[in-house]
C-alpha cells in the first residue's frame, strides 16, 4: 500500500514508544529542475479587462498639424548629382548687306531699309557723297545679291553668329577671288562684326582679317545721317588711307 508512516490514534498495548521526529510536520516540497538550480517562480497571469466602448461624445479628437507658410526646402545628398543648366538658345542674328565695287575698292554696306539701294536714296546719296571724297567713283558696282540673314525661315539649319561670320567671310572671299580689291570698307555693325570679327570700337580703324586683306571699318550710312558729328571722324581716318587706293589708280 506504500504507506511510510503510520500513527495510531491510541496508544497501543506493548507497542514501542513513538520517536518524537516522526511527529514533526514536513516542510512543503519544493522541486528542482535537471540542471540542479531551483524553479523559476510561477509568473503570475493577468486576464485583460475589456474596455468599455467609447461613446461618439467621448472619442479623442486627433489633431493633424497643418503645413506651416515657409516652404520647405527638401535635403539634397552630398553626393547628388548638381542639375545640367540648358544651354540658352541665341536666336539668329538679321541683317542685310550689299557688295559694290568702287574702282579698287569693295565696300560691303548694310542696307538700313533691307532692300536694294535706290537712286534717290537718302542713304546711297551719301554713299556716293563719301566716295566722291575718297576720291573713288561715285557710281559703285553692285556685285552679287544682297545677302540676307538668316537665309531660311524654316529648318533646323544652324542660323546662329557663328554660321553668319562664315557666310559673310566666305560670300566676300570668293568675290575678292574673283578680283582682288586694294581696301574692302565694311559700313555698318553687322558688316564689321560678320566680317571683320570686330565691334563698334573698331571704327575708323583699319584692320587686317585672315583672307580678308585690309578692311576698313566704318558707321552705318543711317547713323551717320542721324549723328553728322560723326562724319569729321570719317573724313579724318578716309585721309589717313586714301593714298592708298590713290597710288592704285595712278
Same mark, same amino acid.
Not at 546662329?160 to 575678292?176: E, Y
Not at 587686317?208 to 566704318?218: C, H, K, R, T
Given at each position: 500500500?506504500?504507506?511510510?508512516?503510520?500513527?495510531?490514534?491510541?496508544?497501543?498495548?506493548?507497542?514501542?514508544?513513538?520517536?518524537?521526529?516522526?511527529?514533526?510536520?514536513?516542510?512543503?516540497?519544493?522541486?528542482?529542475?535537471?540542471?540542479?538550480?531551483?524553479?523559476?517562480?510561477?509568473?503570475?497571469?493577468?486576464?485583460?479587462?475589456?474596455?468599455?466602448?467609447?461613446?461618439?461624445?467621448?472619442?479623442?479628437?486627433?489633431?493633424?498639424?497643418?503645413?506651416?507658410?515657409?516652404?520647405? &526646402?527638401? $535635403?539634397?545628398?552630398? /553626393?547628388? @548629382?548638381?542639375?545640367?543648366?540648358?544651354?540658352?538658345?541665341? %536666336?539668329?542674328? !538679321? +541683317? #542685310?548687306?550689299?557688295?559694290?565695287?568702287?574702282?579698287?575698292?569693295?565696300?560691303?554696306?548694310?542696307?538700313?531699309?533691307?532692300?536694294?539701294?535706290?537712286?534717290?536714296?537718302?542713304?546711297?546719296?551719301?554713299?556716293?557723297?563719301?566716295?566722291?571724297?575718297?576720291?573713288?567713283?561715285?557710281?559703285?558696282?553692285?556685285?552679287?545679291?544682297?545677302?540676307?540673314?538668316?537665309?531660311?525661315?524654316?529648318?533646323?539649319?544652324?542660323?546662329?553668329?557663328?554660321?553668319?561670320?562664315?557666310?559673310?567671310?566666305?560670300? &566676300?572671299? $570668293?568675290?575678292?577671288? /574673283?578680283? @582682288?580689291?586694294?581696301?574692302?570698307?565694311?559700313?555698318?555693325? %553687322?558688316?564689321? !562684326? +560678320? #566680317?571683320?570679327?570686330?565691334?563698334?570700337?573698331?571704327?575708323?580703324?583699319?584692320?587686317?582679317?585672315?583672307?580678308?586683306?585690309?578692311?576698313?571699318?566704318?558707321?552705318?550710312?543711317?547713323?551717320?545721317?542721324?549723328?553728322?558729328?560723326?562724319?569729321?571722324?570719317?573724313?579724318?581716318?578716309?585721309?589717313?588711307?586714301?593714298?592708298?587706293?590713290?597710288?592704285?589708280?595712278?
Amino acid at each position: 500500500m506504500q504507506v511510510v508512516n503510520w500513527l495510531p490514534r491510541t496508544e497501543l498495548p506493548f507497542a514501542a514508544p513513538s520517536r518524537p521526529e516522526l511527529l514533526q510536520a514536513l516542510e512543503p516540497f519544493e522541486p528542482f529542475d535537471a540542471s540542479g538550480e531551483e524553479a523559476a517562480a510561477p509568473v503570475a497571469v493577468v486576464k485583460p479587462t475589456t474596455e468599455a466602448p467609447v461613446r461618439p461624445s467621448e472619442r479623442v479628437k486627433i489633431e493633424v498639424p497643418r503645413p506651416s507658410a515657409a516652404p520647405k &526646402v527638401a $535635403a539634397v545628398a552630398d /553626393d547628388a @548629382p548638381a542639375p545640367v543648366a540648358k544651354a540658352a538658345v541665341v %536666336p539668329p542674328p !538679321r +541683317f #542685310a548687306l550689299q557688295l559694290l565695287r568702287a574702282g579698287c575698292c569693295l565696300l560691303l554696306v548694310e542696307l538700313p531699309t533691307g532692300e536694294r539701294f535706290q537712286a534717290r536714296d537718302p542713304a546711297y546719296l551719301l554713299l556716293k557723297d563719301m566716295l566722291r571724297a575718297a576720291g573713288l567713283p561715285d557710281s559703285p558696282q553692285i556685285v552679287g545679291e544682297p545677302v540676307r540673314w538668316p537665309l531660311l525661315v524654316r529648318g533646323n539649319m544652324d542660323q546662329g553668329p557663328d554660321a553668319a561670320r562664315d557666310f559673310v567671310q566666305g560670300f &566676300v572671299s $570668293a568675290r575678292l577671288e /574673283d578680283e @582682288p580689291c586694294v581696301c574692302l570698307w565694311l559700313i555698318g555693325l %553687322p558688316a564689321v !562684326r +560678320f #566680317a571683320g570679327e570686330a565691334n563698334a570700337e573698331a571704327w575708323y580703324r583699319e584692320l587686317q582679317i585672315d583672307g580678308l586683306g585690309s578692311v576698313w571699318a566704318l558707321p552705318g550710312l543711317e547713323l551717320l545721317m542721324e549723328e553728322p558729328q560723326r562724319k569729321a571722324d570719317v573724313w579724318q581716318a578716309m585721309r589717313r588711307l586714301m593714298a592708298r587706293w590713290k597710288t592704285t589708280d595712278e
